[in-house]
């Protein structure tokens, strides 16, 4: 079941996370959180002028939004729908990066490591406090970032 929260263009110029809260508030007052792994999706409504090339992603607006939803919620993305592109563009809503035309999405490599290795902390300890199992979830979440993390690295910080 894939529960979305809506944006529109008011609630990102105004910083207002409200239709978050709204989705994610009673998912933790029921207890119900481990039950909604990777069902989140965003669908984004923000008014952009006739003929602007740019990806949402590159939309200093919508950045902030993100990184307030970050600062409230820094365990999201293991709510995010994985599977439909949303941690990706969680990702990219967070790190910076440039896009290609032959490669993509490019993300700033030092960047990039920094925002994976944060989330993997925060993660870690936020699914041990819910007693949910992590190692297999944190590699995943690395590798979809292109990262092979080793079962040491694990030992480390356990």
């Known amino acids: 079941m894939t529960i979305t929260i809506t944006l529109d263009t ?6 207002d996370i409200s239709p978050a809260l709204t989705v994610i508030s009673p998912l933790l007052e029921e207890g119900a959180i481990a039950s909604h792994e990777q ?5 984004i409504k923000y008014a952009l002028e006739p003929g602007d090339p740019r990806e949402f992603s590159e ?3 919508l950045r902030l939004w993100f990184v307030r939803l970050d600062a409230k919620y820094p365990w999201l993305p293991f709510l995010l729908d994985w599977k439909s592109g949303e941690f990706a563009r969680y990702t990219a809503m ?3 990066h440039q896009f290609s035309a032959k490669e993509g999405i490019q993300y700033n490599p030092e960047a990039l490591e920094i925002f ?3 989330k993997i902390f925060i993660l870690g300890d936020w699914l041990k406090q819910q007693g949910i199992p992590s190692q297999s979830r944190l590699k995943s979440m690395a590798q979809m970032l292109g990262y092979d993390l080793d079962d ?3 030992e480390i910080f356990s």
């Open 59 to 61: 939309i200093p607006e």
């Open 116 to 118: 994976l290795m944060h």
């Open 152 to 154: 040491a690295f694990f």
């Open 39 to 43: 069902q989140l999706s965003f669908e």
């Open 94 to 96: 967070l790190v910076p």
């Open 10 to 15: 008011d609630y990102v110029n105004n910083l």
